[in-house]
């Protein structure tokens, strides 16, 4: 038994085919299929049902693919535990960032951290917080950005930055008139907020009291706060967004930002590992480069905050 085979019966359970596996894995379809065969007489069992398409394992199959995925999960941390000895930046790092983040943290330092660091392989995915979590579980990633906070003794999370919720009000709209918004000038029936899932939703829910509001969702299911924005601008109703968001705007665009009364809503954005976790020095980069690409103010929460 090699960790080559495990690898291939993995892409295979992946795929479901035996072609697209071996495409995968860069080797012929006879090569992958011999090596398979090969691991099934060693144990003397069947791991997938080829009279079926697609390709199913077996009972018995799905069992030895599930302790294969954990022996390459520990055959890959063997790899990075040395890659750590010796401080190398070098391997594939998998980062999840929830959606309501990423289109506005990630220029910030991305583009720089891969010119001053090529030899940084990072991955990057958006997931919803619940997607994060259970990816951080089977391993599948290797840290992720959020904005919720966990109570989960197998995770460790860190404070990167605090970020405020703004209002975007169309010039329409009579709270246009108002230097601030107050959670008693939010009427459901012209708010746009994202699809239930994200937590960005969640929290403002929460801090506005909107629990009962059936808002425009019922007519218009988006998870785009950028569609919602343009809907605004377009003269209808209101929406928040993450303060970081507010310095992409245009100057036109920013008169319709308004900020809430104190005490202002303000989400607490974290990078989260599992407490095993050890490519500390890759994480000690992607930490000081995003700390360092956001506003200073942003590095603290102030008096007139409050995280939801």
């Known amino acids: 038994m090699t960790i080559q085979q495990l690898e291939y019966i993995l892409a295979v359970d992946r795929f479901r085919h035996f072609g697209k596996a071996a495409e995968h894995c860069l080797v012929t379809q006879p090569t992958l299929s011999a090596m398979i065969q090969k691991l099934e007489e060693e144990l003397d069992v069947k791991i997938f049902d080829r009279s079926t398409q697609p390709i199913q394992p077996t009972s018995v199959g799905r069992k030895v693919i599930e302790q294969a995925r954990s022996v390459l999960a520990q055959a890959v941390k063997v790899k990075e535990i040395v890659n750590e000895e010796e401080q190398s930046l070098k391997g594939i790092f998998r980062l999840a960032i929830l959606p309501t983040i990423a289109p506005y943290l990630l220029p910030r330092f991305f583009p720089k951290l891969m010119e001053d660091y090529p030899e940084i392989d990072i991955r990057v995915t958006e997931m919803k917080t619940q997607d994060v979590l259970a990816a951080l579980a089977t391993g599948k990633i290797d840290a992720a950005v959020i904005a919720t906070a966990e109570d989960d003794k197998s995770l460790k999370a860190e404070t990167l930055f605090y970020e405020q919720f703004l209002g975007y009000v169309s010039r329409k709209e009579s709270i246009f008139k108002n230097e601030m918004i107050r959670t008693a000038d939010i009427s459901g029936e012209r708010l746009w907020l994202l699809d239930e899932g994200h937590c960005f939703r969640d929290q403002l829910m929460r801090f506005c009291q909107l629990e009962a509001v059936k808002l425009h969702q019922a007519a218009y299911h988006l998870g785009s706060m950028e569609t919602f924005m343009r809907i605004v601008e377009g003269g209808k109703g209101v929406t928040f967004i993450p303060e970081l968001a507010s310095y992409q705007l245009s100057e036109e665009q920013k008169e319709l930002v308004r900020p809430f009364a104190i ?37 603290t929460l102030q008096s007139t905050q409050r995280v939801v």
């Open 263 to 299: 005490p202002c809503p303000t989400r607490e954005i974290s990078i989260v590992t599992r407490t095993d976790f050890v490519r500390h020095t890759v994480l000690n980069v992607l930490k000081e480069r995003i700390r360092s690409s956001v506003p200073k103010e942003m590095l």
